[in-house]
C-alpha cells in the first residue's frame, strides 16, 4: 500500500514563498518518479514539478525559474519551495508517485496567493 500525504499549503500574498512536503509511506528510492500537480477551479490539473528516483527534474513553463523541487531520502520526502508566487498559483496542489507503473496521489493542500 503506497499512502502520500501533503503539508505546508496556505495563504500567502503575491511575492511570497511557500514549501510544500510529501511524505511517502515508501521509500522515496522505490517510486519511478514523485512529483507536484495542482488544479485551479475549473481548469485540467497540471504538471508542477517532478524528480525521478535518478534526481533528474522536470518543471511546468510557467514554474521554471520560481519553483524548485528537491527529496530527503533519508526521510521518504519531497519537497517543492516555491518562490515568487502569483495569484494565479492558487490552486490544490496534488503529490504524485509512480510506483510499479500505477499513479498515486495524496489527499492535495490548498495554496492560496492573494494579490
Known amino acids: 500500500q503506497v499512502q502520500l500525504v501533503e503539508s505546508g499549503g496556505g495563504l500567502v500574498q503575491a511575492g511570497g514563498s511557500l514549501r510544500l512536503s510529501c511524505a511517502a509511506s515508501r521509500s522515496f528510492f522505490s517510486f519511478n518518479h514523485m512529483g507536484w500537480y495542482r488544479q485551479a477551479p475549473g481548469k485540467q490539473r497540471e504538471l508542477v514539478a517532478a524528480i525521478s528516483s535518478g534526481g533528474s527534474t522536470n518543471y511546468g513553463d510557467s514554474m521554471k525559474g520560481r519553483f524548485t523541487i528537491s527529496r530527503d531520502g533519508a526521510q521518504n520526502t519531497v519537497h517543492l519551495q516555491m518562490n515568487s508566487l502569483k495569484p494565479e498559483d492558487t490552486a490544490v496542489y496534488y503529490c504524485?508517485?509512480?510506483?510499479?507503473?500505477?499513479?498515486?496521489w495524496g489527499p492535495g493542500t490548498q495554496v492560496t496567493v492573494s494579490s
Open positions: 504524485n508517485g509512480v510506483f510499479a507503473r500505477v499513479d498515486y
